[in-house]
Nanobody, 126 residues
């Protein structure tokens, strides 16, 4: 059974940092690209970033470029999102999701991701 479990969310002040983690099980982690997607209150899903199976290729949404860094440790089956210089508009539930393929598919299409975690809340507020 495929499982994705996010952690690391919380309340942070504007300008602060958080590191999200997503621990995977039930599939060969390094064989698939992984992505982070977020959903702000009252809004639809927003794609954030994607990383290929090997970890060497990444793409970011313009809204987070230069502030967020996606990474993965295939030996630990863990996906991470380092978030710096956080803004109130980054407030959202953050989800990790598994791609159907090894490489990056871009532009992002949510139908390309077949398993999702339950999400972790990030709140940026003073």
């Amino acid at each position: 059974e495929v499982q994705l479990l996010e952690s690391g969310g919380g309340l942070v002040q504007p300008g602060g940092s958080l590191r999200l983690s997503c621990t995977a099980s039930g599939f060969t982690f390094g064989d698939y690209a992984m992505t982070w997607v977020r959903q702000a209150p009252g809004k639809g899903l927003e794609w954030v970033s994607v990383i290929n199976g090997g970890g060497g290729n990444t793409i970011y949404a313009d809204s987070v470029k230069g502030r967020f860094t996606i990474s993965r440790d295939n030996t630990k089956r863990t996906l991470s999102l380092q978030m710096n210089s956080l803004k109130p508009e980054d407030t959202a539930v953050y989800y990790c999701a598994k791609s159907r393929v090894l490489g990056i598919t871009y532009p992002p299409n949510f139908s390309n991701y077949d398993y999702w975690g339950q999400g972790t809340q990030v709140t940026v507020s003073s």
